[in-house]
C-alpha cells in the first residue's frame, strides 16, 4: 500500500517536472512592440524570437494584418539574423495575398540560441483603427532540421492607429490674448 503511494507520487512527480521542462523549454515568436501606436505614419514593428537557449537555425511564418488600417512597406531581416555573424537566407513570398505575408529565413551554416529580432517589418498608417497582427501559421526548426515547439502570443497583438489632433491656426493676436 505504502509503495503504491509511493509510486504514484513518483510518476505525478515526474510527469509534472517533465511538462514543466517542456513548457518552459518552448521557443517564443511575438511581435514588438505587442501593441503598436505609432506616433508617425511610417513606424516599425519587430518579429521578436525567445530561443530559452535552444540552437533555432530556420523560420517559417505566415501572419495577417489589416490592409484597410496599415499597408506593410517591406520586411527585412532584423538583428538575429543580421548580427549572427552568418550568412543568411531570407524569402518574402510575393504571391501572399493581401493582409498576409509569408516569409521563410534561416542562418547558413550554423544556427544562434540567441534572443534577438528576426524581422522589422516596415508599416505605413493608412487610417485609423485597429489592425490584429495574428499568426496564421509558423515553423521553427533547429540545426538538423528538427521541428522545434514554439508559442505565439497572437491574441492581443495589433497595431492602434489613432486620429490625429488637427493643427489648430492662430493668429499673433489671439495667441498674445491667451497669455494675458
Known sequence: ???????????????????????????????????SIPATVNFQVDLQLTTNGVTVQG??????????????????GGGWLTGSGLDFY??????SSLGFVHVTTALLGMGSS?????????????AAGISPLDFVSFDLRDDTN??????????????VIEEAIPNEVWSIGAMKSYWR
Open 114 to 126: 540567441t534572443d534577438g529580432a528576426v524581422l522589422t517589418l516596415d508599416f505605413t498608417a493608412l
Open 59 to 76: 523560420l517559417d511564418v505566415v501572419f495577417s494584418y489589416d490592409p484597410t488600417i496599415v499597408q506593410l512597406d517591406g520586411v527585412s
Open 146 to 159: 528538427m521541428l522545434l515547439p514554439a508559442a505565439t502570443n497572437s491574441i492581443g497583438d495589433q497595431i
Open 1 to 35: 500500500m505504502i509503495s503504491r503511494r509511493i509510486t504514484h507520487t513518483v510518476i505525478t512527480m515526474s510527469v509534472f517536472t517533465f511538462l514543466l521542462f517542456t513548457t518552459a523549454s518552448a521557443q517564443h515568436l511575438s511581435f514588438n512592440p505587442s501593441v
Open 90 to 95: 531570407l524569402w518574402i513570398d510575393p504571391a
